[in-house]
């Protein structure tokens, strides 16, 4: 009889301990509700902005511009997006305006070389346009692109019966620092951005006063013009009348220059009845 009184103690302080220590534990963590799912970030344009300050008749290239995400709020449907058909319509257009560095570029800003009168409104007052026939080794390889400096140079052959040797073949600047307003008829060679696939240029339409144009089109009677690609902010090298010195054959080869300082002069003395044929060298 003692000894189950004894368990029925034991068994109830068992059961007050267990609810103690329950009771001293801390409360089960309730379950976390799922994250709720990131708002997705605002929409962003990307878009056309004048990369430096551009003054107004500028041929556009690539480097003419950059790409700036904007938002899509307050941006007018007139603004270029960054797309390639984009920059397509903008490589060789002509800006109507000055813009600063930073400004976005709009259709309403350039006109493009498919619009009625391009041709006219690139050319600045008192100019005119006229065009030389090139290949891929006068052409500068066909890499020359609308709104590029260039020289133009004329190489003839002169009359042999009248000219020594090393002096028969002659090459001169024609004219300096002439502005390049379009590359055959579309004005924007390379427009598509497949350089492998573009054609090398056949005709080069120059700017240039209406004096010039008259020697230009002198020189393409004489013989060959050819095309070079001035780098920037280059200033032209002349002799001392101001123009480019011309460069003969015998300039070029050494060995037509001594060919033709050993060459013999050869003098028909008559005197008299008598004719006699003399050497000189």
């Known amino acids: 009889m003692r000894l189950l009184l004894v368990l029925v103690l034991l068994l109830a302080a068992g059961g007050l301990g267990l609810i103690a220590w329950q009771a001293v534990q801390p409360p089960a963590p309730r379950p976390v509700a799922a994250a709720e799912a990131a708002p997705p970030a605002p929409a962003r344009l990307r878009i056309l902005t004048a990369a430096r300050p551009l ?7 690539e480097e003419d511009w950059v790409v700036r995400e904007v938002p899509p709020e307050g941006i007018d449907a007139t603004v270029l997006r960054d797309t390639p058909e984009e920059r397509a319509e903008l490589r060789g257009a002509m800006l109507r305006t000055y813009l600063e560095a930073g400004v976005p570029l709009s259709r309403d800003d350039v ?4 619009d009625r009168g391009f041709l006219a409104a690139v050319l600045r007052p008192g100019m005119r346009a006229i065009s ?3 290949d891929a080794v006068t052409g500068a390889a066909g890499l020359i692109w609308p709104g590029d400096q260039v020289d133009l140079i004329l190489t003839q052959e002169l009359d042999p019966a ?3 040797l090393g002096r028969r073949v002659v090459a001169e600047t024609v004219l300096t620092d002439i502005r390049v307003i379009a590359v055959d008829q579309k004005m924007t060679q390379g427009a598509s951005g497949d350089t492998a696939a573009r054609d090398v240029a056949r005709t080069v339409t120059l700017e240039v006063s209406a004096r010039e144009a008259e020697r230009v089109a002198v020189a393409g009677r004489l013989g060959r013009l050819s095309v070079t690609v001035r780098a920037m902010e280059e ?7 101001g123009r ?13 220059s001594r060919n033709e300082q050993a060459a013999a002069t050869r003098m028909r003395v008559i005197q008299g009845g008598e004719m006699q044929d003399l050497t000189f060298r």
């Open 55 to 61: 003054p107004a008749g500028s041929l556009l290239k």
């Open 162 to 164: 009248q000219t020594p």
């Open 235 to 241: 200033t032209a090298i002349a002799d001392s009348t």
């Open 244 to 256: 480019p010195a011309a460069v003969f054959s015998a300039d070029v080869s050494s060995a037509l």
């Open 111 to 114: 006109l493009r070389p498919r």
């Open 132 to 134: 030389v026939g090139v």
